[in-house]
Each structure stands twice: as C-alpha cells, then as structure tokens.
C-alpha cells in the first residue's frame, strides 16, 4: 500500500513538475524575445529539433523495434505527418507568437482555452449538449477571456489584435494536438510519438526558417536561456509528464496542468514585470478553473467506468 501511494505521489510531482516547467519556459521565451531580439520562428525550429532528436533518440535505446514496425504502417506515418506538421508544430508557434505579440502570461491562458474547444468538438460531433458541468466551465472560460482581453471593459481592449489572435490560433492547435494523435498513442510509444512530430515538424519548418539564420543578440544570459527552454522547457518536462502516466491516470495529470497557466502568469508578473490588474487576475482564475471543472469530471467519467468494470 505504501508503495503504490510512493508511486502515486511521484507521478503527481512529475506532472506538477513538467506543467511549471513549461510555465516557466513561456516566460523565458518572452525574455528571450523582449531582450535579446530572437525570433518566434527560430526559437520554435531549435526546440522542435534538438528535443525531438533527444526523444528518438530515448525511444530506439528503450524500445529499438518500435521504429520498424512504424515503419511499416503507411496509415500510421501518415497521421504521424499530420501531427508533427499540423500539431506539434502548430501549437509551437502559434504559442511563441502569442508570447511574441502579447505576454507569456496571456498567451498561456488563452492557449488553454482547448478543453473548451474539444468539449464543442465532441458535442458537435456526438450530437450531445454538454454536460451541466461543462456548460458551467464554458460560461467561465468566456467570463474569463473577457476580462482577460479587455480588462473588464467592454469597448477597448488591453491586448493587441495580433496577441488575441495567436492566443486564439494557439489554443485551437491545441485541441487538434490533443485530439488528433489518440490512435497512435493507443498503438505506439508516446515517446516516439512525440518526439517523431517534433523532427517532422522542425525538418520541415527549417525550409521556412533556416536554423543557422539567427537573428538577436548572443550573450552568456540568452544562451543559457534557449538550453533551458531546449532542455528544461521541452524535453524534461515532456519525458516526465509520459513517465507520471506509468503512475496516475490521464484524468488526475489533466488537473494538474493549471499549475502551466498559474506559474507562467506569476512569474511574468514577478521577473517581466508584466502589468497584471484585478481583472486579468479573476479572468486568470476563471480559465483555471475551466481547466480544474473539466478535469474533474474527466475523472469522475473514469471512476464510473472503473466501477461498472467492476460489476461486470
């Protein structure tokens, strides 16, 4: 029994671990674009390469025949394509240029109005209304996007249109990443998964934006920057939030990713002194909890299923 409580507390930490992480690295990319001149475009081609390679890299040392039998799937490397090119590097920039156009704090909140978006998918989809529960998180996520983008006041707005539009863009890329790799995470390692469309997706990208074309300022602080957010920002977190799962389920993983939001907000507010009101605080609040509500009852969803599991 203490056992298997050492193990749930540790995959715990691990998401809580890997949603700061990536928090923070938002905010670092802020640093990064605010200071030292660096571009969405680059710092996204040198992220998706060096940690997807990483991963790969994890992936043929732990589970070397995963490859050949993806290889051997025309239908699984086509959707393997579609999500380096479409998810992963499609919520990588939208999110960078979010952070690039506005905050990191504001991009991050926007990004996760996703839960949102797939619970309007599904309901379309399934031709179901949305659960009590999800309507209530639904009416918080609009009161907080609100006051976020207009800090309660309804006629100007105190993000600029670009940074609504990225934050917007960045949390559509995102439900499309949540949603669209279910099959092959059934099938495959997420790993290789992951790490597969970040290679996809920076190969790719390098034919737009050459990664040997840097723009910005080089300096001890901005080197040490793009390795945390190459390293800290993306591959740690990534690779512990896949190892939580050995230990929790997805639904308990999914309530604590507002810890992303919260740290990326705080920290903004704290080291870019980035102007955060009243409003932006409760709007702040309301989207977190969107985030804890649907969590929520994804959990209780897989509690009822366990029980009727159970009974059978």
Known sequence: MKTQQRKKGMGLAFVLISATLWGVSGTVAQYLFSQHGLTPAWLVDIRLLCSGAVLLLITAVKQPQQFILLLKSKRDIMQLLLFGLIGMLGV???????????????????????????????????????????????????????????????GTLSLSKSALFWGLAAAFALAYYTLQPSALLSRWSSLMIVGGGMVIGGVVFSFVQQPWRFSGSWSMWSMLAIVFVVILGTLVPFYLYVESLKY?????????????????????????????????????????MTIILLALKQRMAASKQEVKKIKL
Request: hydrophobic share 55%; with cysteine; proline share 4%.
């Open 92 to 154: 990588q920039y939208t999110y960078f240029a979010a952070i690039k156009a506005g905050n990191a704090a504001t991009a991050t909140l926007l990004q996760y109005l996703a839960p949102v978006i797939i619970v309007f998918y599904l309901s379309i989809r399934t031709k179901a209304l949305p659960h009590f529960v999800e309507c209530i998180a639904i009416l918080l996520s609009i009161i907080g996007t609100f006051l976020l983008v207009t800090n309660g006041s309804a």
């Open 248 to 288: 929790i389920q997805p639904s308990e993983a999914s309530l604590l990713a507002c810890a992303e939001p919260l740290s990326a907000a705080i920290l903004s507010v704290i080291w870019l002194h980035v102007k955060f009101g009243l409003s932006e605080w409760i709007g702040a609040l309301c989207i977190i």
